[in-house]
């Protein structure tokens, strides 16, 4: 069995967007014992997106862990388009995947500061993983799953297909796929329970059996 970690580690070199908290870890006592307090915001690093992200109906901790953990899939469109759309994913006949990671790049999307023109999931292709493949969770390796630039991220419109309505898709995004090729294995991925927040870092594995 080989065990794969695709968490970003935290620390304050962390990319995040311009105007977000950087990452801080600060010790407030030494002796006689250390103890420390972390800092940062609820998307920082690898992280799993909540409804109520962006209007939807709960938080993070109502996120159901059969969707977070479980048989997942991995794709390279590292040569891919730009704009995931449903035709680019119809390529990859994806119609009984439940969790899919999308790798996109080679890792240098996570150096600070970090870039905007990553690759995204068009609206489409959102609403093709929820409504024609069933999918339970998109997973990516840049910091969103929507265009960060004017690309067609305006309003966010694949967060919005995934989380809101019922039956949410969980998003996780801030990824390191760099060490991992595509196929399939199994992932766990679990969020800190934080009640009621918009979304919480998370530790993400890939098992290789």
Do not use: N
Request: hydrophobic letters at 40%; a negative charge; glycine letters at 10%.
């Amino acid at each position: 069995m080989r065990m794969i970690d695709i968490s970003l580690p935290l620390s304050a070199e962390t990319a995040v967007y311009e105007g977000d908290p950087h990452f801080e870890l600060e010790r407030l006592v030494d002796e006689p014992y250390r103890l420390s307090r972390i800092g940062m915001s609820t998307h920082c690093g690898t992280h799993v997106d909540a409804p109520s992200h962006f209007g939807g109906s709960g938080g993070v901790e109502t996120l159901d862990l059969g969707a977070l953990c479980g048989p997942a899939t991995v794709v390279d469109l590292q040569s891919g388009p730009r704009a995931i759309d449903r035709a680019a994913l119809e390529r990859l006949a994806l119609r009984s995947v439940k969790r899919l990671l999308l790798k996109t790049h080679r890792g240098e999307m996570h150096q600070a500061p970090p870039r905007v023109d990553h690759a995204f999931l068009t609206a489409d292709g959102a609403s093709f993983l929820r409504k024609e493949c069933g999918a339970r969770l998109i997973g990516t390796d840049c910091l969103s799953i929507d265009a960060s630039d004017d690309s067609g991220g305006a309003g966010f419109p694949a967060h919005r297909v995934l989380l809101i309505g019922e039956g949410p898709v969980v998003v996780v995004e801030g990824l390191d796929l760099s060490a991992v090729t595509a196929g399939d294995y199994e992932l766990w991925c679990l969020p800190l329970r934080i009640l009621r927040a918009d979304g919480a870092p998370a530790r993400a594995i890939l098992v290789q059996r």
